[in-house]
């Protein structure tokens, strides 16, 4: 059992596929900030209680910047596949105006507007992934299926990239995201091979721009333009935190939703659910993946603890979203939940800048297969799920269904 004085392996193992692992409970309530060791070897300090999640989250003394420091902020950095100590990284500002520039600019392409007219492509789109999905037979891998080429689909579309390389974009993003699976030159090789392909990219956009954000970034902001290097990193980014994350979340809901089927019986006989079920969802997602790791640069008490200057942090929003003081009956999946203020797309200024599209694809996903598959079902027992190990964002192998 945690306390003060023991070291957690890090991330948590849990033989579950869609079940918390047992210490989550019992750090919060025991071990509050808790000591951990990463892969590395090297030690960070892991934060799992609502309120002390949500502090660090939107406190601008805690940091993104983990390569500035020493010791575990840099392995942290590193530890986390590389996503948080890359190019993407040095090239976007992480703080103050320049940050606050960057989230206003590619923040319009996230609008509720934006969102609204982009709903009926990505409708279509999951029609269309369901019709040949159909056509393939039963049993069927819905994350092949539909949750992984939707969202490849739906960001491509908004940078203007062929989804024809979802094989390419995949990998790149897997040597990013994955804590354990690649060497570092591996992942070295991997990443300029992305950077060479997007610089491309952006290349031509400059020279005949089109309907889709990198070209807007470049042409409506012309007196005070993006450098090249920060477009390189925005479409990276976006790339692959629009497309890795959304695809493990629609497989990781459905089978959610499938694993007590009382619950995708009450979104049949009610679809208009689908909002607050799509965040409780978010909420209840017991395999959300590492967190997120943020770095002080001063002392700071985070409960009762003094948490000292150079220690990197990890925020464990799954397990904070789990907290009995933030939600009643937290270890119940609730579809009418409401109020519903999970912290799965983070808090504060860093918070995920594209949670609208995300909850578009979500939800949308969710209304098309329950109109077009109401008998949908899990092909195999919710406990022989298989989840992908090693990953900074947490999701299943495969989804298999039947209808």
Not at 115 to 136: G, K, S, T, V, Y
Not at 154 to 178: A, E, H, P, Q
Not at 210 to 234: C, F, K, Q, R, Y
Request: aromatic content about 6%; hydrophobic content about 40%; charged content about 25%.
């Amino acid at each position: 059992m945690a306390d003060s004085e023991s070291v957690l392996d890090y991330p948590l193992p849990n033989p579950a596929p869609l079940e918390p692992p047992e210490e989550w409970a019992r750090l919060r309530q025991e071990c509050p900030v808790a000591r951990i060791k990463l892969p590395s070897g090297d030690e960070a300090t892991l934060v799992t209680r609502y309120d002390d999640v949500k502090k660090v989250l939107a406190d601008p003394r805690f940091t993104r910047q983990l390569d500035t420091g020493a010791g575990a902020a840099r392995i942290a950095a590193n530890e986390s596949g590389g996503v948080f100590n890359s190019s993407m990284a040095s090239a976007i500002p992480q703080s103050g105006p320049g940050h606050r520039r960057w989230r206003t600019r590619v923040g319009r392409w996230f609008t509720a507007k934006r969102m609204a007219a982009l709903r009926p492509r990505i409708e279509a789109m999951a029609n269309q992934l369901i019709d040949e999905m159909i056509d393939q037979g039963q049993p069927a891998d819905l994350r092949a299926s539909l949750g992984f080429p939707l969202p490849v689909w739906v960001i491509c579309d908004l940078l203007g990239v062929s989804d024809s390389d979802r094989d390419r974009f995949s990998y790149w993003s897997d040597t990013l995201l994955n804590l354990t699976k690649y060497d570092q030159a591996e992942i070295d090789a991997a990443q300029a091979e992305f950077v060479e392909y997007m610089a491309a990219h952006v290349t031509a956009r400059r020279a005949d721009p089109g309907d889709d954000l990198l070209s807007s970034l470049i042409t409506e902001d012309a007196d005070d333009p993006m450098s090249d290097a920060e477009l390189v990193a925005t479409g990276r980014g976006l790339l692959v935190a629009g497309h890795e994350t959304t695809a493990n979340m629609i497989s990781k809901m459905v089978g959610m939703l499938l694993a007590d089927r009382r619950r995708w019986e009450q979104l049949v006989a009610d679809p208009s659910l689908v909002r607050t079920a799509v965040e409780e969802s978010l909420r209840f997602d017991a395999n959300p993946g590492i967190g997120l790791p943020r770095f002080i640069s001063e002392d700071v008490e985070i409960a009762g603890t003094v948490v000292p200057t150079g220690t990197t942090v990890m925020c464990n929003m799954g397990v904070a979203n789990r907290d009995e003081t933030a939600f009643t009956d937290a270890d119940r999946m609730d579809l009418t939940r409401s109020p519903n203020p999970h912290l799965t797309f983070g808090a504060g200024a860093h918070s995920c800048l594209g949670q609208a599209l995300a909850r578009t694809e979500l939800q949308t996903t969710l209304e098309v297969l329950l109109r077009r598959l109401p008998t949908l079902d899990l092909a195999v027992e919710a406990d022989a799920l298989e989840r992908v190990e090693g990953l900074a964002v947490g999701g299943l192998a495969r989804l298999p269904v039947r209808w």
